[in-house]
């Protein structure tokens, strides 16, 4: 259902964001760090001292020098710490015959793992997930080195393509909305539906034919749950509606706003019936273009 946006609190969003448009809108290439990784300053304990965690298998959507961040087939998301006594195994042979042992440098973007892990003993606060294994699949990791590669060779265009846009919005202090579009959920749950599917590809359409068209993607839930449970329920839902704009409609990267998950935050309807929360748990695709762009078309 696409409807006009009115939202204070998504106007108020927009200025948040106006702020960082530059830093959001920059192409990253695979090999980089990524800045939503937070090293919180506690060192790794002894691996001696603790006892084993979960297996935790999934993609590596995300690295920095110390983390990593797997993200599962449900969307889901776990940080985990690399240290120097993680086994990370791979079969012989992968060069040319080389037996050389695989090392933390062949943990790149989009390969697929699974990872044992350690976790504190005592519940020591701060300390999470270390790794104490890491495994993938040879042709998994080509995969990912291919791919690697190829982003490299296509960074510069990308990049010539990211300045453009930034040229124009590096000052924008106000979006006006093109459009909004809803997509709506079950309780607890962040699937899709083929309709909600469809109309999202409606949308990037529809986008894509408005020049200078960016998108922010706000998630939300209705009151079931806990704050802390909806917070993360509203950024896994936000989060599944980029992944199918980028990997199935064809939306690019570099025109997606930072997104955001708001819990219970703007609800469109009352959450003391059925009704109102399910018009609540919900996932708005804001069309957006910058008023000093779009008093120029």
């Known amino acids: ?7 204070p609190r998504v106007r108020i969003l927009l200025a948040m964001l106006a702020v960082t ?13 990524e800045s ?4 919180d300053g506690v060192p790794a304990p002894d691996p001696a001292t603790m006892t084993a965690g979960p297996e935790i298998k999934g993609v590596i959507s995300a690295r920095n020098a110390e983390k990593m961040k797997v993200t599962a087939a449900d969307g889901s998301s776990t940080i985990i710490a690399v240290t120097d006594a993680t086994k990370i195994k791979g079969a012989s042979g992968l060069f040319g015959g080389s037996r050389t042992k695989p090392t933390a440098a062949a943990l790149l973007n989009g390969l697929p793992v699974t990872v044992k892990t350690l976790q504190s003993a005592d519940g020591q606060p701060g300390v999470g997930l270390v790794a104490s294994q890491i495994s993938f699949r040879n042709t998994d990791l080509k995969t990912a080195t291919m791919i690697r590669n190829a982003t490299d060779q296509r960074f510069e265009e990308q990049t010539a393509a990211t300045e453009s ?13 093109k459009g909004t579009t809803n997509v709506h959920f079950d309780t607890g749950k962040a699937e899709l539906s083929a309709e909600d599917k469809a109309e999202l590809c409606s949308t990037a359409t529809t986008a894509q034919g408005t020049e200078n068209a960016l998108m922010l993607v706000v998630g939300y839930t ?19 509606v980029i992944n199918y ?8 990267p570099y025109r997606m706003l930072t997104p955001t998950g708001m819990a219970t935050a703007d609800p469109l309807a009352s959450n003391d019936t059925d009704e109102g929360k399910a018009q609540n748990r919900r996932v708005a695709v804001n069309i957006l273009v910058s008023k000093s762009v779009d008093d120029l078309l």
Do not use: F, H
Not at 21 to 33: C, K
């Open 21 to 33: 448009a530059a830093g959001s809108l920059s192409a990253q290439p695979q090999g980089s760090s």
């Open 222 to 240: 209705d009151s079931t749950g806990t704050e802390e449970v909806n917070q993360q329920l509203s950024e896994k839902r936000a989060n599944r």
């Open 245 to 252: 704009l980028q990997q199935a409609c064809g939306w690019k």
């Open 1 to 7: 259902m696409r409807v006009a946006s009115k939202s």
């Open 165 to 177: 846009l930034r040229g124009r919005l590096g000052d924008i202090d106000k979006y006006n909305i």
């Open 36 to 39: 939503n990784i937070v090293v």
